[in-house]
């Protein structure tokens, strides 16, 4: 529910916060990116949500989406595991090229 959602947010920023350092973050799944958008200081009409879609926040941090890692989307196909492992792999060439 939206009340659920705005509640577990505060437990993200909590978390973010005690990562100062971290430079790219991945949402698994819609709700999640929206959260992690409001959370980084983004816009949501402007970010939207995508398999794999990249997006930078205001102070520079980067949104990495994947769908979310359910049993639907793996059963439908939606989310394969080469999919769901390409989202990590391009996490971790932009965490390398920040720290470049």
Do not use: W
């Amino acid at each position: 529910t939206p009340e659920e959602i705005r509640t577990c947010r505060t437990f993200l920023e909590a978390q973010a916060a005690d990562l100062p350092n971290a430079r790219v973050f991945v949402a698994l799944g819609q709700i999640a990116h929206q959260s992690a958008v409001k959370m980084l200081g983004g816009r949501l009409p402007k970010a939207k949500f995508g398999h794999l879609a990249e997006h930078v926040m205001p102070d520079g941090r980067i949104l990495l989406d994947s769908y979310h890692c359910s049993r639907y989307n793996q059963n439908t196909g939606r989310l394969t595991t080469e999919m769901f492992e390409a989202v990590f792999a391009r996490a971790v060439e932009l965490r390398d090229a920040a720290q470049a």
